[in-house]
């Protein structure tokens, strides 16, 4: 077999540009597009190709949640956004400078706005407003006039959040969800349907569905007044469809048609021609479907593993953000036949021979549950067991997708195998195991990384003595705790860990300040008590969820066992090229010994940047 090159840093680095939020308007195909500088809007067409729909300067973001999403409308005419700076809704209409449409606020940031809908057969838009007075946080409908001529009046509100408004096709009803805290959204939501007065105001509201045991999400109307929405009774995120007081299943089985709310927007399933096509996801991979008139069930034959919550179509094709193990994520506009049209491209050029393809694998956990993982074997196999990462998703209700993953690769190419580990709490798998990790936070997570660890040494897949974890945000969250509360590990590698729980939930936007507290179980001290090995701590000196000063302080606690790497000019994420070639390397340098097997690694506390 020919010698393959390991894939270098800088390819790794390249191949930070994002697609997100994808929408189409007659033959046209709108998303954002995340950039090293911000987010951008773009469209495309088949006879321009792809255009920047905003004038240079102007960037879009919806800051509501912190997380955002949903935070622009098209239309054949029109478009409406969020922009990142202002936070105000801005109007363009055919291809003019934007004009802003709500007020100015008291102080930037103040007022927020996302999941925009236009009220049919008027003027006006629909959207959640996050008011920010002080100390205090609230959540709320709003309506207002598309042109910014009157600012917007409240129509729902004293729940503690809320998302998806959705006019019916004749702008008679509105529809939305709400839920309140501790819950998130995926614990348990309610789906309110109410009559629109001609003032746009409302009347008469009542529950459809949803409570704080059932999650339900994603309402759609179809053209008949049918309403359908997304709920996990059955203890799977299923689609059903509501007319008249009568809920009926639509697309159900052991699969999810929906995915946890982190954001604004998502939209996988759309309904055209009484047909629907939905995203459904089992495990870490997702597929199309199309539910026929006659009921049938027909899987779409499409290259990709993994796609993104939003689903768009245009005319009969359907556009969507698509990737799997050998091609980084895209934006497709596709035929039901199959046949694909890529309308983005990344800025690497890959070998296919440097890649190694995940294989899903299953196995026990030690209280007699079940868990799940995807394993990369090292390219170009080896002779004995390999050295292992096992890396823990950066969620907690989050999962590890069935795509390329150039991070793995790139450790993979040097001669590591690597696990990445959707440990109980995590998605794809039904409602029982999204909730696996509740009051359990910081202990099952930690084992089962470990037992998918054991797993893979005793399958003979990795070497019980070259084994490390790795994890970004809650990820690095649960590698302190794997390195404190088991033994499997040699070492350990955390960017941006949560290190204190208890600043971070007083700290944390109203959306997620009560989720610690109700996935924390009995274990409630500093999470690197009890550290013995040595662990590389990578962190933004300008992080704002877990500021720099508390993960100092956990290194200068753990002593010689403990490296810090702080990134200059760095929040919680990595996103400038530089920084995530700098960072790899570190990465690297860290876990070469175990892959070498030298020995103990040496510690050291960096004062400036990897």
């Not at 540009?17 to 046209?28: F, H, K, L, P, R």
Request: proline share 7%.
């Amino acid at each position: 077999m020919a010698r393959v090159s390991p894939i270098p840093a800088e390819l790794v680095a390249r191949a930070t540009i994002s697609y997100d939020a994808v929408q189409a308007v007659g033959e046209t195909v709108y998303w954002i597009e995340g950039r090293a500088g911000g987010d951008v809007l773009v469209r495309w067409t088949a006879s321009d190709g792809r255009q920047d729909v905003l004038p240079e300067g102007f960037h879009i973001a919806s800051h509501v949640h912190e997380y955002g999403g949903g935070a622009y409308l098209a239309t054949e005419r029109d478009v409406w956004f969020c922009d990142a700076d202002d936070q105000r809704i801005y109007h363009v209409r055919d291809h003019r400078h934007p004009v802003p449409v709500t007020p100015v606020p008291a102080s930037p940031g103040a007022l927020r706005y996302a999941d925009l809908r236009l009220l049919p057969g008027t003027d006006k838009l629909v959207s959640v407003r996050e008011r920010h007075e002080e100390t205090l946080v609230h959540n709320e409908l709003v309506v207002l006039p598309g042109d910014g001529s009157a600012e917007p009046t409240v129509i729902a509100s004293g729940d503690d959040f809320y998302m998806s408004p959705e006019p019916s096709p004749d702008g008679r009803r509105l529809t939305w969800v709400s839920w309140n805290a501790p819950l998130m959204p995926w614990d348990g939501a309610q789906l309110w349907l109410a009559d629109v007065r001609p003032d746009s105001t409302l009347t008469g509201t009542r529950l459809v569905a949803g409570g704080d045991d059932e999650s339900v999400c994603q309402p759609q109307w179809s053209d008949d007044g049918t309403l359908h929405f997304a709920s996990d009774r059955s203890g799977w995120w299923n689609l059903y469809a509501w007319r008249e007081g009568r809920t009926e299943p639509v697309i159900t089985g052991e699969f999810e048609v929906a995915a946890a709310p982190w954001e604004f927007g998502y939209r996988t399933y759309k309904i055209q021609d009484s047909q629907i096509t939905a995203i459904i996801q089992q495990g870490p991979s997702h597929s199309l479907v199309v539910r026929r008139l006659n009921g049938d069930l027909e899987r779409l034959a499409f290259p990709y593993t993994s796609i993104k919550p939003y689903l768009a179509m245009t005319g009969g094709k359907i556009a969507f953000i698509g990737s799997s193990p050998t091609r980084l994520p895209t934006v497709v506009l596709a035929e039901p036949d199959g046949s694909v049209h890529e309308l983005t491209s990344a800025d690497v050029t890959l070998d296919p021979a440097s890649l190694v393809r995940p294989e899903p694998f299953t196995f026990g956990t030690r209280d007699g549950g079940e868990a799940h993982g995807l394993y990369y074997p090292p390219l170009g196999g080896s002779d004995r067991p390999p050295p292992l990462l096992v890396r823990a998703h950066p969620g907690p209700t989050a999962n590890w997708p069935l795509r390329l993953d150039l991070h793995a690769q790139y450790f993979t190419s040097r001669g590591f195998a690597v696990a990445d580990v959707d440990y109980r709490g995590s998605t794809g798998y039904g409602r029982a195991y999204r909730l696996g990790l509740r009051r359990r936070w910081g202990v099952v997570d930690a084992t089962d990384c470990a037992d998918a660890a054991r797993h893979l040494v005793s399958a003979g897949r990795a070497d019980p003595g070259r084994m490390a974890i790795w994890g970004a945000s809650a990820g690095g969250y649960t590698v302190l705790r794997a390195l404190a509360v088991t033994d499997v590990f040699t070492t350990g590698i955390a960017r941006s860990a949560m290190v204190d729980l208890a600043g971070w939930s007083r700290a944390a936007p109203k959306f997620q300040a009560h989720h610690a507290e109700l996935l924390r179980g009995e274990f409630s001290g500093e999470p690197g008590t009890g550290i013995q090995r040595p662990l590389l701590l990578i962190h933004g000196d300008e992080d704002q969820v877990i500021p720099l000063d508390r993960v100092r302080s956990l290194a200068g606690r753990l002593g010689s066992n403990a490296r810090l790497a702080v990134v200059i000019g760095v929040g919680h994420t990595l996103r400038r090229p530089a920084d995530v070639h700098r960072v790899l390397r570190v990465e690297l340098e860290h876990v070469r010994d175990i892959r070498e097997k030298r020995g103990a690694i040496k510690g050291l506390v960096s004062k400036g940047g990897p």
